[in-house]
């Protein structure tokens, strides 16, 4: 029979296929660098071929061919991920999905769109229409949907929307790794298996995501001369409901200094925000309340034009650290709202490496601070004691240093999700080795 590469270049259009060595790099990369660890273990993890069909006919014929030649396939949203989620671990073919791309239909409340359409495009076309799109990773810009919801959590707007477990994603199309694909649309609870689980059980080959109200955001950067201000005054801005708000994001100083556009004062600590323009009233009170200094106030007209803060927020903090200092690295943890000082305390006496960044955030509803503190990698022995100490503590660790699905963070129980890769990937081709094989525990009755 002919090889699986002779079967594209019969079947599929020049423009859809790349072989050279520098895209072949290129899209088997995504942001995994940020980790040490991950640098050294996938540094050599290389694509065969890299394919990017532009319609779901077109990903069907692909699928058919790399299945009956069975291919290993990984598919790319736009490879912003920090796992190492879109890096083909075993060769084969990426299913690039950035040129599926459209906005099919634009409701009231929703939007329905083809899984490589870009969140920043979605946020636009939403805006234009009196709405805007709930939650977007601060990668918005080149962040595909299709990866969002697959690979990463929440980030802008899940101070008030919460993350991609609350019912930001209302519909979901899933193509299975088979000849010919089965093509089926799930909604409700049978979505949650394909939250955040690196594309292991099937591919999206379309979804609808709830729209919310189109807020006018102000943005803001407050600075404290003391850390613990700053948190103080964070944990107030979440609390309070009766301001609209889609950005809270606290950076100890050190950390600011890594912001050079924003032109942060030494030595003091900051709050970047974005807050409905009609609570900037409200949020003054709290600023003089708390001690804050204004540093900057971008009204809403300035929105998404120019300097935006959350360019500053989420990892990006962790891009412009690394960007001014490559031995830094980061971990991502989740504190009790009641200890967070305690947390943090226990942390800085025994790790005074760690510079802590903070996100705020609703999950099912509740707040929740996230922790995405930055330090300097001197081993993985240290970083696993940093790890061990966190999770002792009570503010558990998302582990950013792993590529197995189930160390790295929140997911679906793993018995149901290897069963239902069987089924939808019956030749276990699909996004290898991201999902360990699930075996009965036999010792425990
Ligand atoms: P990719 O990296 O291409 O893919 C991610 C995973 O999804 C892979 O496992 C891939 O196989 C799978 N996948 C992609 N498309 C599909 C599909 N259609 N069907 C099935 N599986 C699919 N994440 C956050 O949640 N919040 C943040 O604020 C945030 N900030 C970041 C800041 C920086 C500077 C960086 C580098 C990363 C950040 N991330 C954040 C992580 C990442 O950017 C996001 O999760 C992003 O949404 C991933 O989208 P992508 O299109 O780049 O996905």
């Known amino acids: 029979s002919m090889d699986w590469k002779t079967r594209l270049k019969e079947q599929l259009d020049p423009d859809c296929l790349l072989w ?46 790399l299945t009956e030649e069975k291919v290993p396939v990984t598919v790319r949203g736009n490879g912003t991920g920090n796992y190492g989620q879109a890096v083909p671990l075993t060769g084969g073919a990426v299913i690039n999905l950035a040129n599926m791309n459209k906005v099919l239909e634009i409701g009231d409340g929703y939007m329905r769109v083809e899984p490589g359409a870009r969140l920043g495009k979605m946020d636009e076309a939403a805006r234009e229409c009196g709405q805007e799109v709930m939650m977007m990773p601060s990668t918005f810009h080149t962040a595909s949907i299709g990866g969002f919801i697959s690979g990463g959590f929440g980030g802008i707007g899940s101070i008030t929307w919460g993350t991609i477990w609350d019912g930001f994603v209302e519909q979901i199309t899933v193509k299975t790794i088979e000849s010919p694909p089965q093509t089926f649309t799930l909604t ?53 409901d009766s301001m609209m708000k889609r950005l809270v994001s606290v950076h100890e100083w050190p950390v600011s200094q890594y912001f050079k556009a924003l032109k942060l004062p030494a030595e003091r600590s900051a709050a970047l925000l974005e807050i409905d323009e009609q609570d900037e009233r409200k949020l003054l009170e709290a600023i003089s309340r708390h001690g804050g200094q204004i540093d900057r106030r971008i009204t809403a007209d300035k929105y998404r034009k120019g300097i935006g803060v959350s360019d500053f927020t989420w990892n990006h903090t962790t891009l412009w650290a690394r960007k001014a200092d490559t031995s830094l ?63 002792e503590i009570g503010a558990s660790v998302s582990n950013p240093h792993t590529w197995d699905l189930e160390d790295g963070g929140r997911s679906f129980v793993h ?10 990937d019956p030749y276990l081709l699909l996004n290898q080795l991201k999902l360990k094989e699930y075996k009965p525990d036999l010792t425990v009755s």
């Open 188 to 240: 409700g609870d049978e979505i949650r298996p394909y939250l955040h689980t690196y594309g292991v059980v099937g591919i999206i080959s379309e979804l609808r995501v709830k729209l919310a109200p189109r807020v006018e955001w102000m943005q803001w950067a407050v600075t404290f001369e003391a850390w613990q201000d700053a948190v103080r005054f964070a944990m107030e801005l979440a609390s309070d």
């Open 415 to 424: 018995r149901k999700l290897w069963e239902l890769k069987q089924a939808n």
């Open 20 to 65: 050279d060595d520098a895209s072949l790099a290129k899209y088997s990369m995504d942001y995994h660098h940020f980790s040490p660890v991950l640098a050294r273990e996938l540094k050599d993890k290389v694509a065969e071929c890299i394919v990017s069909p532009r319609s779901a006919e077109e990903l069907d014929l692909v699928l058919s061919i």
């Open 329 to 391: 690295t980061y971990l991502q943890t989740t504190h009790t709202w009641d200890h967070v000082f305690e947390e943090m305390a226990v942390i800085k006496s025994e790790f005074p490496e760690v510079m802590q960044h903070l996100e705020f955030n609703k999950q099912a509803g509740k707040l929740r601070i996230a922790g995405l503190p930055l330090l300097t990698f001197t081993s993985d022995e240290r970083l696993n004691q940093l790890i061990r100490r966190y999770n």
